[in-house]
């Protein structure tokens, strides 16, 4: 399982765009990137260490907003079933609760982009 692919971004680079089908889980290796809303503006900066695009695989749903490479970028990437087997490890009761949160954090993200 977890067959990671590596992919390099530069700086300025749009990894994906609001709206895009949830095709990958990304882990963020090196580099920042920035959050950015349907009127292109940065609502936030994802840094090194952490992972984007989790909130779409779980919902299985679209992106909720676009990804734009801060700097140069290296991440780790997994396609959306491989991240779907990936969370069903998890004990139930955190996978329930990471949805809660996803959800809030679409819903405050709807809201900023109105």
Excluded: W
């Amino acid at each position: 399982m977890s067959n990671f692919q590596i992919e390099e971004f530069s700086a300025g680079q749009t990894i994906f765009k609001l709206g895009d089908p949830a095709t990958h889980l990304y882990f963020l290796e090196k580099g920042e990137v920035e959050l950015i809303d349907k009127n292109e503006r940065v609502f936030g900066v994802i840094p090194q260490g952490q992972s984007f695009g989790e909130a779409a695989i779980l919902s299985g749903g679209i992106r909720g907003a676009s990804i734009r490479a801060k700097g140069d970028v290296l991440c780790k990437k997994i396609n959306n079933q491989e991240a779907a087997e990936l969370l069903s490890t998890y004990s139930p009761l955190l996978v329930v609760i990471m949805e809660a949160l996803l959800l809030q954090q679409t819903m405050n993200n709807a809201v900023k982009n109105t």
